[in-house]
T-cell receptor, first 115, second 113 residues
Framework: GNSVTQMEGPVTLSEEAFLTINCTYT??????LFWYVQYPGEGLQLLLK?????DKGSNKGFEATYRKETTSFHLEKGSVQVSDSAVYFC??????????????FGQGTRLTINP | DGGITQSPKYLFRKEGQNVTLSCEQN?????MYWYRQDPGQGLRLIYY???????QKGDIAEGYSVSREKKESFPLTVTSAQKNPTAFYLC????????????FGEGSRLTVL
C-alpha cells in the first residue's frame, strides 16, 4: 500500500540555520502531498500542500516541491526561528473506493531550534 | 469561529471501562476521521466517515467503535477490548474537493490507570 517515510529525528538546529526534513513516499497513483505541523499539546495544522508533480507548496517561509521522479517532498526553510520548534509530519492522500480519502502519515520529525 | 472541538482534553480510565471521546465540527464538512498518535509513531487511522449514518474501519479499528448520527458529531468509544488504549486521539474533518486538507481538533489524551 501507500506509505510515507520521513527522516529520523529529533533534529536540533541553531536559530537562523537552514532546515531540510526529508520525506519520500510510495504510491501507486497520483497522490496529493502535505506537510503538517504539531505544536506541543495541540492538534495538527496544515503547513503546505502540493497536488501534482513539480508543484511547490509554500507557507511561513517553508517550501516543499513535489518530485515525482524521486518520489520526494522534502521540507525546507532558509532561516529557522525558535518558534518553529514542533513536530513535522509528511503525509499523502490515499483515495479509496467510494471517493473517501485517507491521509497516510509519516512518523513525524521533532524539530528543536535553540536561540 | 469555525473549527473542530474535542473533549475532554485529558481523560483517565480504569482498566475494563469504556470511555467516549467527543468530536464536534461546525465546518459543514461531510468527512470526519479519528486518528491515534503514539510517541515516535505517526498517526494511525481508527475510523472514518464520509457521510451521516455511514462509517468505515481504518487500520486499527479493533477495540473501538463510532457513530455518525449527525453531520456535526463523530464520537469515538474506546472499549475495554482495546488492549493498549493509552494514547493521544485526534479527530479531523476534511475540506471539500479531491485534495481537501484535513482540519484537526486539539486532541484528547487518554490514560488508562
Amino acid at each position: 500500500g501507500n506509505s510515507v517515510t520521513q527522516m529520523e529525528g529529533p533534529v536540533t538546529l541553531s536559530e537562523e540555520a537552514f532546515l531540510t526534513i526529508n520525506c519520500t513516499y510510495t504510491a501507486t497513483g497520483y497522490p496529493s502531498l502535505f506537510w503538517y505541523v504539531q505544536y506541543p499539546g495541540e492538534g495538527l495544522q496544515l503547513l503546505l500542500k502540493a497536488t501534482k508533480a513539480d508543484d511547490k507548496g509554500s507557507n511561513k517561509g517553508f517550501e516543499a516541491t513535489y518530485r515525482k521522479e524521486t518520489t520526494s517532498f522534502h521540507l525546507e526553510k532558509g532561516s529557522v526561528q525558535v518558534s518553529d520548534s514542533a513536530v513535522y509530519f509528511c503525509a499523502l492522500s490515499d483515495p479509496v473506493l467510494g471517493g473517501a480519502q485517507k491521509l497516510v502519515f509519516g512518523q513525524g520529525t521533532r524539530l528543536t531550534i535553540n536561540p | 469561529d469555525g473549527g473542530i472541538t474535542q473533549s475532554p482534553k485529558y481523560l483517565f480510565r480504569k482498566e475494563g471501562q469504556n470511555v467516549t471521546l467527543s468530536c464536534e465540527q461546525n465546518l459543514n464538512h461531510d468527512a470526519m476521521y479519528w486518528y491515534r498518535q503514539d510517541p515516535g509513531q505517526g498517526l494511525r487511522l481508527i475510523y472514518y466517515s464520509q457521510i451521516v449514518n455511514d462509517f468505515q474501519k481504518g487500520d486499527i479499528a479493533e477495540g473501538y467503535s463510532v457513530s455518525r448520527e449527525k453531520k456535526e458529531s463523530f464520537p469515538l468509544t474506546v472499549t475495554s477490548a482495546q488492549k493498549n488504549p493509552t494514547a493521544f486521539y485526534l479527530c479531523a474533518s476534511r475540506g471539500p474537493g479531491y485534495t481537501g486538507e484535513l482540519f484537526f481538533g486539539e486532541g484528547s489524551r487518554l490514560t488508562v490507570l
